[in-house]
């Protein structure tokens, strides 16, 4: 029986990450970085952005070859400046996003509007302003948490926020064609965002977590930024919600 040659001119389902300039917003920490380090490793040029300063430098001590720049993604004209000087890109990671934690009834105002700033309005600025510079062939990725797919006390405006990703992703990637837009959700992932738990109330919380996830474990950011290399690299992806949470949404 034979079978016909595939053909020369028939699209790759794979990008190569090799000399593609793949921009990580939020890569100073947690997943962000370690989707920065995978990329890097993949042979991208990596510029990463964050708020802080003294992360952005630590980060370029730990990553070789990568450059940095500053960016608060909850002000418009800080997200505008700092994509001014990229001249264009493939590939967008974003990562950022601050957590509302209470009772409905105790939470405060300031909190609901960091999470939504950061997950919700910092996200679409970093697409507005990153968009129309990625080519034609490149992706976005958006970063979202388990709580606006699995419903968790006290964390109301924190699973309004994620949901909203979810929904926005999913509506970009028809808006942005032939651009491809995802979303990936992680699930209980061991980053500095659960550093303000005391240390015995956070270790409880993993080690409950891992007992009630197929899996067995929470998350460590790589597991999340494979999946995310993944989604930059499979060029028949879009519009894909992708749970990374070792089943706990199960």
Known sequence: M???PVSPNFPAFFASLSGARVVVIGGSSGIGKAVARQAAAAGAQVVVGSRSQDKLEQTAKEIDGITTGVVDVTDEESVRAFFADIDSLDHLAVCPGDMAVGSVYDVSLDAVRAA?????VGQLLSVRHAGKKISGEGSIVLIAGAAGFKSYADVSATAAANAGIGGMG??????LAPVRVN???????????WSFLPDDARAGLFEQTAQGTPVGRVGQPDDVAASVLHLLQNTFVTGAVLHVDGGGTL
């Open 2 to 4: 034979s079978t016909s």
């Open 116 to 120: 939504l700033d950061t997950k919700i």
């Open 170 to 175: 999913r509506s970009l990637a028809v808006e």
């Open 183 to 193: 979303v990936v959700v992680g699930g209980l992932i061991d980053t500095p965002l």
